[in-house]
């Protein structure tokens, strides 16, 4: 069933880029045991179902720069599946984005926002268009502008879009007072907003917390280890790598790497995130070659310069790795890299960035691995609690959002943890997560009726 499923899957998909058939196939080979053993899911068609987007939204954004050009660009709203609750996912500016990567992005947050156990859906979107470069004020134009387009097909309690690549408080403010102007709705339709109209404390942390909570409780469940005094690798220098170096180092750990999506910072003595902070800090994209030029004793390796189909990063030595960036960012090269350094976890901060057969090699080796969709929920959960908030006109204090993340954090590890033993796959993170993620989703499909 899952071959036929692929190969439909594949004829329909030929001209878009092929991440979406990739984040495809990895689940429903988790699922292949499991479906086979409720005969339900067949009947009700829940695979095909699954993997069948409930809506492609796609329309065009133009918008005039600071020369007074006219600019056109692509915008676009996945609503993949909303059994759980209302659609929920993030938006994604970055000149590679196309229905096939929002397919994808939209298809795995189904599952994180599952794992949550939270009442969300699944869904993605954003532009075709590149922050970079862009003054402030261009920035403002074009989120007025997607917004114009975008606000009929969201609402509180019908899709809450919040940041991804390239979208952060800034552009979420501007989203929501465009939002507001339109629509004189003073409700909670996008999370992640600055904490002066409705944001939570703890959203722009959330996500890299959140990776780093989860790789305390696995590493001191599996391993019965801790991340103090350890060397860290991260990739990445935008929201989720900042904030898992930060809690890294809070934690007593070694960061010595970052990267952007020009170089990568090798810094013996630690990653000095004032520095980063300075060079990418409030929508600033500046080079992280700087970085090299400020800090002596760093390296800055450029792209082009990278070992053969790797990356810089995962060639140091370390006990963890966090890839933190962009999909596909860590291949079957640099896992065995990190195997052959002595790399014992591999936890993933970013959207699928850990190519399927390196993820097969780390698993093989015995490297613990997490899959995003389990350690990078923190961010959803922070925005599920935003909405929570914004419902009840509250505000909790940081501490109230920090302890509830934790918690959740750790449940999520529970929740996999257990169900890779349940289903005979133990330590397999991958299946674990696919599989509790999957059962939940597929209940509330069957609940609901075709
Ligand atoms: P940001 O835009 O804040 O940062 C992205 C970082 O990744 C930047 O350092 C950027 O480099 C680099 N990058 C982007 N695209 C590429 C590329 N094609 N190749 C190499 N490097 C690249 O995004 P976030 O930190 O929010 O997102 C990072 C990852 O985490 C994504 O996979 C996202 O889907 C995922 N994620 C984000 C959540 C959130 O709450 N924000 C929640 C859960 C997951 P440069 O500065 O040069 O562009
Ligand atoms: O990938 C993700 O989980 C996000 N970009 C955050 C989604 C959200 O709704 O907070």
């Known amino acids: 069933m899952v071959e036929r499923i692929l190969a439909n899957l594949k004829q329909s998909n030929v001209n878009?880029?092929?991440t979406f058939l990739q984040a495809v196939s990895e689940v429903l080979s988790s699922l292949e045991p499991i479906v086979r053993s409720d005969p339900r899911y067949e009947r009700y068609a829940i695979l095909e179902r699954l993997v069948t987007p409930d809506r492609v939204i796609q329309f065009k954004v133009q918008w005039v720069d600071d020369q007074s050009r006219v600019h056109i660009n692509n915008g676009y709203r996945i609503q993949f599946n909303n059994s759980l609750g209302p659609y929920k996912g993030g938006l994604r500016f970055h000149p590679s984005?196309?229905?096939?990567?929002?397919k994808f992005l939209a298809f795995e947050q189904i599952f994180k926002n599952s794992l949550t156990g939270l009442p969300i859906g699944g869904a993605k979107g954003?532009?075709?268009?590149?922050?970079?470069?862009?003054?402030?004020?261009?920035?403002?134009?074009?989120?007025?502008?997607?917004?114009?387009?975008?606000?009929?097909?969201?609402?509180?309690?019908?899709?809450?879009?919040?940041?991804?690549?390239?979208?952060?408080?800034?552009?979420i403010g501007y989203l929501y007072g465009e939002y507001k102007r339109i629509?004189?709705?003073?409700?909670?339709?996008?999370?992640?907003?600055?904490?002066?109209?409705?944001?939570?404390?703890?959203?722009?942390?959330?996500?890299?917390?959140?990776?780093?909570?989860?790789?305390?409780?696995?590493?001191?469940?599996?391993?019965?280890?801790?991340?103090?005094?350890?060397?860290?690798?991260?990739?990445?220098?935008?929201?989720?790598?900042?904030?898992?170096i930060e809690k890294l180092q809070q934690m007593g750990a070694l960061v010595v790497t970052c990267s952007d999506s020009e170089g990568t910072i090798y810094d013996p003595r630690g990653i000095d995130l004032c520095v980063v902070r300075e060079l990418k800090g409030n929508g600033a994209r500046a080079s992280l070659e700087g970085y090299a030029t400020r800090v002596p004793g760093s390296v800055y390796t450029a792209k082009a310069d990278y070992p053969a189909g790797g990356h810089a990063a995962w060639h140091y030595p370390c006990f963890a790795a966090f890839?933190?960036?962009?999909?596909?960012?860590?291949?079957?090269?640099?896992?065995?890299?990190?195997?052959?350094?002595?790399?014992?976890?591999?936890?993933?901060?970013?959207?699928?960035?850990?190519?399927?057969?390196?993820?097969?090699?780390?698993?093989?080796?015995?490297?613990?691995?997490?899959?995003?969709?389990?350690?990078n929920a923190g961010g959803v959960a922070v925005s599920e609690f935003e909405m929570s908030q914004n419902a009840s006109m509250e505000k909790?204090?940081?501490?109230?959002?920090?302890?509830k993340l934790q918690e959740l954090m750790a449940q999520i590890y529970k929740r996999?943890?257990?169900?890779?033993?349940?289903?005979?796959?133990?330590?397999?993170?991958?299946?674990?997560?696919?599989?509790?993620?999957?059962?939940?989703?597929?209940?509330?499909?069957?609940?609901?009726g075709v």
């Open 416 to 448: 996999v943890s257990l169900t890779a033993k349940e289903y005979g796959c133990e330590r397999n993170f991958v299946d674990g997560a696919n599989i509790a993620a999957f059962k939940r989703v597929a209940e509330a499909m069957i609940l609901e």
């Open 183 to 244: 629509t004189r709705n003073y409700d909670g339709v996008l999370s992640g907003k600055p904490y002066e109209f409705g944001g939570s404390l703890m959203r722009p942390q959330a996500t890299g917390y959140g990776v780093v909570y989860f790789a305390a409780e696995m590493l001191s469940q599996e391993l019965q280890e801790t991340l103090e005094g350890k060397t860290c690798c991260v990739s990445g220098a935008g929201n989720v790598a900042l904030h898992t």
């Open 323 to 375: 890839p933190c960036a962009t999909q596909n960012e860590l291949s079957r090269t640099d896992a065995a890299k990190l195997i052959e350094n002595g790399c014992v976890a591999v936890v993933e901060g970013a959207n699928m960035p850990t190519e399927p057969d390196a993820i097969e090699l780390l698993q093989r080796e015995g490297v613990l691995f997490s899959p995003g969709k389990a350690s």
């Open 97 to 102: 984005v196309d229905t096939g990567i929002l």
């Open 126 to 171: 954003g532009s075709d268009f590149d922050p970079k470069g862009k003054s402030d004020f261009e920035i403002m134009k074009f989120c007025r502008a997607f917004m114009r387009e975008l606000y009929q097909y969201i609402g509180a309690r019908v899709d809450v879009p919040a940041g991804d690549i390239g979208v952060g408080a800034r552009e």
């Open 396 to 403: 909790w204090d940081y501490d109230k959002v920090d302890r």
């Open 16 to 18: 878009t880029d092929n």
